[in-house]
């Protein structure tokens, strides 16, 4: 059997010593390619994003945003373009070296046997390195109370980096997915599991950012507080 093809989605805002680490790390692994989705950066990270792509011909490719910008419209855009494409799997990875593209190869081969599969921290073997007691126990606390109100039994619902098979992915509702923090990706993986999709965790060591800043806000905490209801009212 042949192994999958893998298209990942990046979206970036201000990674531009970042970008080039990640965009190398994954072009080491075979059958990847990469579209980063990027917000008018004002720190280039776009115009790199190009240079790139022309060094990467036809395995990186871009989508400049413009108009209002943030995650979650990012990735709906990102993740509309990559239904597009002849790829069997679909991911999703942060651009700020987080997320270690060695670990992909693990994720897309459980994506075999389930619909989506999460990048973990919060199961055996998960880790995280470098973040503080402060961040560590938002992080906790988040996924505690998205599982209380929502009743998903994954550990960790706020991870950003994940595989989806197509058919799973095609057959959320991007459209009315409308939170735009780290509650949007907790909206995906909420009407992924109402529709039945079989969820997997695979450990990883998630490394907090070294270089770069966090677009982590107070806007994006009171969002993430409210999300989980709206959920469960909601017709996702
Ligand atoms: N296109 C786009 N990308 C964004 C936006 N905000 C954040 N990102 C990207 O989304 C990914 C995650 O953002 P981070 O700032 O690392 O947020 P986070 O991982 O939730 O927070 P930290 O744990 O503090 O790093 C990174 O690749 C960012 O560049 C945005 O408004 N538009
Ligand atoms: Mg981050």
């Not at 910008?69 to 709906?76: A, D, K, N």
């Not at 993740?79 to 670990?103: F, G, K, N, T, W």
């Not at 389930?114 to 998960?126: E, N």
């Not at 677009?215 to 909601?234: C, D, F, T």
Request: proline fraction near 6%; glycine fraction near 8%; charged fraction near 25%.
């Amino acid at each position: 059997m042949t192994s999958p093809t893998a298209l990942v989605v990046v979206p970036t805002y201000n990674e531009l010593a970042n970008l080039p680490v990640l965009a190398a790390g994954l072009m080491e692994q075979p059958g990847i390619s990469l579209l980063i989705v990027d917000d008018h950066s004002p720190d280039g990270t776009g115009d790199l994003a190009d240079q790139l792509a022309a060094e990467h011909d036809g395995r990186i490719r871009v989508m400049h945003r413009t108009g209002q910008r943030g995650l979650g419209r990012s990735y709906i855009d990102g993740l509309r373009q990559a239904l597009r494409e002849p790829v069997d799997v679909i991911c999703q990875m942060d651009a700020d070296l987080s997320h270690d593209p060695v670990q992909l190869p693990a994720l897309i081969a459980a994506a075999d046997q389930s619909d989506v599969v999460i990048g973990s921290r919060y199961v055996p073997g998960g880790r995280i390195v470098n973040w503080p007691l402060r961040r560590q126990l938002l992080s906790r606390f988040a996924n505690t109370y998205v599982r209380a109100v929502t009743r998903l039994a994954v550990r960790d619902c706020t991870s950003g980096y994940r595989c989806w098979r197509r058919d799973a992915l095609a057959s959320l509702p991007l459209d009315r997915l409308t939170s735009d923090g780290y509650a949007f990706l907790v909206e995906m993986l909420y009407a992924a599991a109402r529709r039945g999709c079989r969820v997997a965790e695979v450990p990883i060591t998630f490394v907090e950012r070294r270089r770069g800043e966090s677009k982590l806000s107070g806007n994006v905490v009171v969002e993430s507080a409210i999300a989980p209801w709206r959920m469960i009212a909601g017709d996702l």
